[in-house]
Antibody, heavy 119, light 109 residues
Framework: QVQLQESGPGLVKPSGTLSLTCAVS?????????WSWVRQPPGKGLEWIGE???????NYNPSLKSRLTISVDKSKNQFSLKLSSVTAADTAVYYC????????????WGQGTLVTVSS | QSALTQPASVSGSPGQSITISCIGT?????????VSWYQQHSGKAPKLMIY???KRPSGVSNRFSGSKSGNTASLTISGLQAEDEAEYYC?????????FGTGTKVTVL
């Protein structure tokens, strides 16, 4: 059973960089799956952030692309998110998820981690 | 890349059936048979309920079913139960990206 676990600072200052890591267990990050980040502002809906393949190929949400970097570390079986120039609007629960390679759905999710942007 | 449109809320009595619509465009729902549906209870991670528009993952009750016509996907919950009360989101592949729906709060009366 694949499990995902997000980790990173829960508080980031405005204009700073939000950095999160997703550790994958029970499966290899080098499998034929994409690995995604999804966020949810408090009381609001889900927003797809971006995804990465183990080769390092990425796809980003166009609205975040200029501030976003997603990377993979195959040696540690994990992938990471960096979002720069954050504002209060980036306050959200951030989820990592595995994308099924045929249905292109999010079939495994982390528990989520709340990141608050505040001084 | 605008969010897919869902009704804000839908309600029904136990045992009834309800349907949640998910309206997209020719760039997402209408172009791909890759709509998925997620159930999210308060404070929890989303759970996959339907994939590829109509398929149920192992372990998901057959009371949940999905369909699609044109740019609109739908989720039907039959035999509504108290445990079905949650937020539901649709999601569509949109060509190297994904777009989620606005979310629907399902209330069991």
């Amino acid at each position: 059973q694949v499990q995902l676990q997000e980790s990173g600072p829960g508080l980031v200052k405005p204009s700073g960089t939000l950095s999160l890591t997703c550790a994958v267990s029970g499966g290899s990050i080098s499998s034929s799956n994409w690995w995604s980040w999804v966020r949810q502002p408090p009381g609001k809906g889900l927003e797809w952030i971006g995804e990465i393949y183990h080769s390092g190929t990425t796809n980003y949400n166009p609205s975040l692309k200029s501030r976003l970097t997603i990377s993979v570390d195959k040696s540690k079986n994990q992938f990471s998110l960096k979002l720069s120039s954050v504002t209060a609007a980036d306050t959200a629960v951030y989820y990592c998820a595995r994308v099924d390679n045929s249905g292109l759905d999010f079939n495994y999710w982390g528990q989520g981690t709340l990141v608050t942007v505040s001084s | 890349q605008s969010a897919l449109t869902q009704p804000a809320s839908v309600s029904g009595s136990p045992g009834q059936s309800i349907t949640i619509s998910c309206i997209g465009t020719n760039s997402d729902v209408g172009s791909y048979n890759l709509v998925s549906w997620y159930q999210q209870h308060s404070g929890k991670a989303p759970k996959l309920m339907i994939y590829e528009g109509t398929k149920r993952p192992s372990g998901v009750s057959n009371r949940f079913s999905g369909s699609k016509s044109g740019n609109t996907a739908s989720l039907t919950i039959s035999g509504l139960q108290a445990e079905d009360e949650a937020e539901y989101y649709c999601c569509s592949y949109a060509g190297s990206s994904y777009v989620f729906g606005t979310g629907t709060k399902v209330t069991v009366l």
